[in-house]
């Protein structure tokens, strides 16, 4: 692999890529919940039941207020823009919007529509890994070339959106059996590190993500198959050898890289003696 | 111990506790260093050849360019000081003034007038627990009666200042031998996890702190001592009951609460279901 005068830091810039004057905030009872593109104002013009539109701020019309009202008229606006094509890659997962992590929310969207509006959206990120004598080995997928988002790509063992209808530990259980085949009994063992925090600007809207990151020792003998198609390849590579991959490449789907550095300093892999450690960790939690 | 309504959140806000309105920045080379409080200015006009005072800022005399020209001019100021009484309790440690960890800094100055400027300081902070079958232990210090700084308050096992004169990895293995009696070999072990801010006013000014926080795994037969006598007794909690300790008191020292919230954190002893999750991981890091 050719380095490409690159750095961990690069990899925090590129996830939080975004010029927040082509946004206005998304408001709702008085607490900022996303932020939606100024040049797609128009798109909701043509719903003044749901919205309320000034030139600071986008609100919600009167008489909104509960739950269910506000899911049941976003449910709506949001299958418009798919009709219309504004929007694409329909998941079926519902997404919080509004609140911390837990609740209470606002209202509830579908995932797809997330980047849209700005809402915050939340996934799980675990990485497995073995402890060898010569030191922690860590378990890498390889994206299918037919998946929509990012084919081709490295990836951590075990990856998925976290809708608000299951627990994080349901959701790391399912996810371990869908993508690696791990037994849900060993799945159960993963462990809850922290979280990872970025805010990246696409042509859909603002991705402002929450990614928890778990960590699952493996026994040496375990080896991951990809159940669901998700991934094509699994490897275990040395920690080493993964932050070497993390350093000089986009050869990692854009936000892996960010779990991989919290996971390179948790474990000591990645040391204070690094020139930009405290930028790292200041950068993994924007 | 009676629970006193407190959460994890009071422990970050207790070390975040600023009026920044008191203060005026530091700047060198372009650079905020430091925080002085305002009313603390009047003792700077007395070094015209050190400080340029503004109603805006306080900047360094012209000609004052290098390391070694600032370093003597403020150890000049800072002597002065402690003769008058401004300044306590000398510790004899050089820290740096500006720049990131690892440098390059702008100058250096004695510990102990690292509040009155503001600038940052660092420090070590190891956390030694033992894996039992029934979970994760903690070793505890509990801090002598005659320690001027928090005196008879709990401590993490191993904890100290970080002067600009040893690398932190050599930093740790001294601390780990003077305050817990731990073998060179044992606490070459340890892990660096990472690193907490705060920034917290006091009397003097502000202390903006860094502290690396390093993980020290030890034998279940292990048992710390004190050599240097500055903790006066050592035990080892179920890591449950030291959770308890930190949410329901201000039983251990301020910034210690903070390094075991990051403890509990990493080791999914405090999971993403706590409803200030995501306000702890972005309060460790101000």
Same mark, same amino acid.
Do not use: Q
């Given at each position: 692999m050719a380095h490409i005068s690159l750095s961990f830091l690069d990899h925090i810039a590129?996830?939080?890529?975004?010029?927040?004057?082509? /946004? @206005?905030? /998304?408001?709702? *009872?008085?607490?900022? +919940? =996303?932020?939606?593109?100024?040049?797609?104002?128009?798109? @909701?013009?043509?719903?003044?039941d749901v919205f309320d539109l000034s030139d600071t701020f986008i609100g919600l019309a009167k008489g909104l207020n509960s739950y269910s009202d506000r899911t049941d008229a976003f449910s709506l606006v949001i299958h418009k823009l798919f009709e219309n094509g504004v929007l694409n890659g329909w998941r079926g997962e519902p997404y919080p919007v509004g609140g911390p992590w837990g609740g209470p929310h606002a209202f509830e969207i579908e995932r797809a529509a997330a980047p849209f509006f700005g809402s915050r959206a939340y996934g +799980?990120?675990?990485? =497995?890994f073995v402890h060898k004598e010569d030191g922690i080995y860590m378990w890498i997928?390889?994206?299918a070339e037919d998946r929509p988002v990012c084919p081709g790509e490295l990836d951590n063992m075990i990856a998925g959106g976290q809708p608000v209808t299951l627990s994080l530990q349901d959701n790391v259980i399912k996810e371990a059996g869908e993508e690696a085949g791990v037994p849900s009994d060993l799945a159960a063992t993963a462990i809850s590190t922290g979280a990872i925090t970025y805010r990246m600007e696409n042509e859909t809207g603002l991705k402002q993500d929450t990614i928890f990151c778990w960590d699952l020792e493996l026994p040496t003998d375990f080896i991951p198959s990809s +159940?669901?198609?998700?991934?094509?390849?699994?490897f275990l590579l040395?920690?080493?050898?993964?932050m070497e991959i993390v350093d000089v490449s986009f *050869?990692?789907?854009?936000?892996?890289? @960010?779990?991989?550095? *919290? /996971? /390179?300093?948790?474990? =000591?892999?990645?040391?204070?003696?690094?020139? *930009?450690?405290e930028k790292l960790i200041k950068g993994l939690g924007q």
């Open positions: 590129r996830c939080n890529n975004h010029d927040m004057k082509k /946004f @206005l905030p /998304f408001v709702v *009872d008085n607490e900022t +919940v =996303g932020n939606i593109r100024r040049d797609h104002i128009s798109l @909701l013009e043509k719903f003044p +799980v990120h675990i990485n =497995g997928g390889r994206r +159940v669901d198609g998700e991934i094509s390849e699994f040395p920690a080493a050898e993964v *050869d990692f789907k854009f936000n892996c890289n @960010l779990v991989n550095i *919290d /996971f /390179f300093i948790r474990h =000591g892999l990645l040391p204070p003696s690094h020139p *930009d450690y």
